[in-house]
């Protein structure tokens, strides 16, 4: 494309593809890292100007491609933007489809089109970054990234053992302890347990979690510490859960077993934390994206139409269910690998989404909608 005609493009094919990122970001500045937010605006807009120049290819320029691809693209991936219901998307579509079928009807409408979408879009664009910008959590992070970092910072010194083992940590998300399964869930899980005691497995029957959430649990098991440190007069009064987030990037369990010469593989999930690990010498994940990308395609109408002609493998609760697989098929494959091997796995089963059935099958929507929560989260314990 010419420096020249690239320029002559409508402003709303720049601000289009950011405008949802834009919009989850601003929502969720304490929870999304700006770096992942703009790993994903960069992968949609490309992903649109290569789409557009497709278009322009096939049919040679033709006045209408900008249009209908903006209104395309609205109806499809701009609904979780404003709109929560599902139900609710496709009247959101049927609109913008509207929009297109006026256009092709009476094409004098474009330049009103090309006029009113860039201030509509604009100004969207604007109250989004007005909302980023005065928000005190982007303001404070970097103090709080600090207390963070320095809580963490040292790796305690270790040294290595003649025998090096492989060291598997897996955390089962959401697994309660076997007299919580009976009480609330009846279910019986001492069987399981007891087979781990005889293979040589420690049971601890009356454990309890540190902390509540998953972030701040995990974060102090693998730093080998609790989180007082952390405890501030800044971090009391902060809402920001990013810097904290960024502790699974690089932690005090993985450095020591670097320092003892293990290779490090982690994991992960469609969690942004656990998604990757950078630090580590492997990532092992299947089907994830970066956060904002991943909550603008499983709102899209892309999704609503997969699940309703059947096309599973575009389906988030499908990869869900195939995620868990994979990653069972994974660490057994650790076992192959001579060089001795740390391990860290974070499973979002028995945790929601319930997609697994007790054998392993992935289950449609339908399957799980027609059981109580109490079967469906059993069922994923029996499996998991």
């Given at each position: 494309m010419a420096r020249s005609s690239f320029w002559k493009l409508p402003f709303y094919v720049f601000l289009l593809p950011l405008l949802p990122v834009l919009r989850i970001f601003a929502g969720n500045v304490d929870s999304v890292a700006w770096q992942s937010a703009a790993l994903s605006a960069a992968i949609f807009f490309a992903a649109y100007l290569i789409l557009r120049q497709v278009?322009?290819?096939?049919?040679?320029?033709?006045?209408?491609?900008?249009?209908?691809?903006?209104?395309?693209?609205?109806?499809?991936?701009?609904?979780?933007?404003?709109?929560?219901?599902?139900?609710l998307n496709w009247y959101w579509a049927i609109t913008w489809l509207a929009i297109a079928l006026a256009l092709i009807r009476w094409p004098k409408r474009i330049a009103t089109f090309n006029t009113f979408v860039p201030i509509f879009i604009g100004a969207l664009c604007l109250q989004s970054l007005y909302l980023i910008a005065v928000n005190p959590v982007m303001?404070?992070?970097?103090?709080?990234?600090?207390?963070?970092?320095?809580?963490?910072?040292?790796?305690?010194t270790a040294t290595a053992p003649i025998e090096k083992p492989d060291v598997y940590y897996i955390i089962f998300d959401r697994y309660a302890r076997?007299?919580?399964?009976?009480?609330?869930?009846?279910?019986?899980?001492?069987?399981?347990?007891?087979?781990?005691?005889?293979?040589?497995?420690?049971?601890?029957?009356?454990?309890?979690?540190?902390?509540?959430?998953?972030?701040?649990?995990?974060?102090?098991?693998l730093n080998f510490d609790y989180l007082d440190k952390l405890q501030t007069p800044q971090t009391e009064a902060s809402a920001d859960w990013v810097p904290l987030y960024s502790e699974f990037q690089d932690f005090r369990a993985a450095r020591v077993f670097k320092s003892m010469g293990y290779g490090t593989h982690f994991?992960?999930?469609?969690?942004?934390?656990?998604?990757?690990?950078?630090?580590?010498?492997?990532?092992?994940?299947?089907?994830?994206?970066?956060?904002?990308?991943?909550?603008?395609?499983?709102?899209?109408?892309?999704?609503d139409a997969a699940r309703l002609v059947g096309l599973r493998k575009l389906d988030p609760l499908w990869w869900q269910c195939e995620r868990s697989k994979r990653m069972f098929d994974g660490l057994a494959a650790l076992s192959e690998d001579p060089a001795p091997t740390f391990a860290f796995a974070h499973f979002l089963i028995p945790h929601p989404p319930f997609v697994t059935s007790p054998h392993g099958r992935c289950m449609e929507i339908a399957d799980a909608a027609a059981q109580t929560r109490a079967q469906n989260y059993s069922g994923q314990v029996q499996y998991t």
């Open positions: 278009l322009v290819l096939l049919f040679f320029r033709h006045p209408l491609v900008d249009p209908l691809l903006a209104c395309a693209f609205s109806g499809i991936f701009l609904a979780v933007s404003f709109i929560g219901d599902r139900i303001q404070e992070r970097s103090r709080i990234r600090e207390v963070v970092q320095k809580a963490f910072g040292d790796t305690p076997q007299d919580m399964l009976q009480n609330i869930y009846g279910y019986d899980n001492t069987a399981f347990l007891a087979e781990l005691e005889k293979r040589g497995f420690i049971v601890p029957r009356e454990a309890y979690a540190n902390y509540q959430r998953t972030a701040a649990s995990v974060v102090s098991s994991f992960g999930t469609w969690w942004e934390p656990t998604r990757r690990m950078a630090t580590a010498d492997q990532n092992h994940n299947f089907y994830e994206l970066p956060e904002a990308l991943r909550i603008i395609y499983e709102y899209s109408l892309v999704v």
